[in-house]
């Protein structure tokens, strides 16, 4: 994604007829495509299919890049944390896509690894089953919080024991229209309203990374490795 007055100052052509939609909930930002050609120096060009949008991407650069857009065999951030002494090694279905299969307060869920944001981050299918489960527990009131390109979510601030490879998950946050009920008795009946089903999910922040090192991807063996501290 281009930020607006970026894409404009280096006269990106957008694509005509073709529009870009992003949703979050019920709110949705509408924004326009465009295919620029981006040098990468000796490892040649790509062309990158980018969403321009009337809110900038970021305000920390003049837009933010899919690592599927690069054209390189490995690809590695180093987080700054606090180590190498341990390697983590998860398998990825897609090199471009940064998300595994993981199982976590016996639900099985995808967990995206989000650098862009301090906290961890729970959908609200997961969040209703960790909550109903006793996983999660509310620390703070249910509020908007902004996700991305302005668009707000409703969520509420959660503590958990929940670890990835014993990368602690706290704290973080738990996307809900209501607020969480905590660990339910047995006797309790639970309705949940018909809607559109999505797979439980985690995004997982900088905040679970803290001592870790990198996080890097190996394109030929499809592999994410997270060096961290022993």
């Known amino acids: 994604m281009l930020n607006p007055a970026a894409a404009q100052r280096l006269r990106v052509q957008r694509v005509p ?69 341990r390697t983590i090694q998860f398998p990825l279905a897609n090199a471009d896509i940064w998300q595994i299969e993981t199982e976590l307060g016996g639900l099985n869920l995808q967990a995206v690894f989000d650098l862009n944001n301090v906290r961890s981050t729970f959908n609200r299918n997961a969040s209703t089953h960790l909550d109903q489960s ?55 009946l639970v309705v949940t309203a018909e809607g559109e089903e999505t797979r439980p999910r985690v995004w997982i922040g900088r905040s679970a990374l803290a001592t870790c090192s990198a996080i890097s991807v190996n394109r030929r063996t499809r592999t994410l490795t997270l060096e961290c501290a022993s």
């Open 17 to 85: 007829f073709v529009g870009a939609r992003v949703s979050l909930d019920e709110s949705y930002i509408r924004g326009r495509i465009a295919r620029p050609r981006i040098e990468f120096g000796a490892a040649g060009a790509a062309r990158a299919t980018t969403g321009i949008f009337n809110l900038p991407a970021t305000d920390r650069a003049d837009g933010v890049i899919g690592p599927g857009v690069l054209p390189y065999d490995i690809i590695r951030i180093e987080l700054g944390g606090g180590g190498s002494g």
């Open 134 to 188: 006793g996983a999660i527990v509310s620390e703070g009131e249910l509020s908007e919080i902004s996700m991305l390109l302005g668009l707000r979510a409703q969520a509420q601030p959660v503590r958990t024991s929940l670890a990835l490879q014993g990368l602690s998950l706290s704290p973080a946050v738990a996307r809900t229209r209501a607020p969480l009920q905590g660990a339910l008795d047995e006797e309790t």
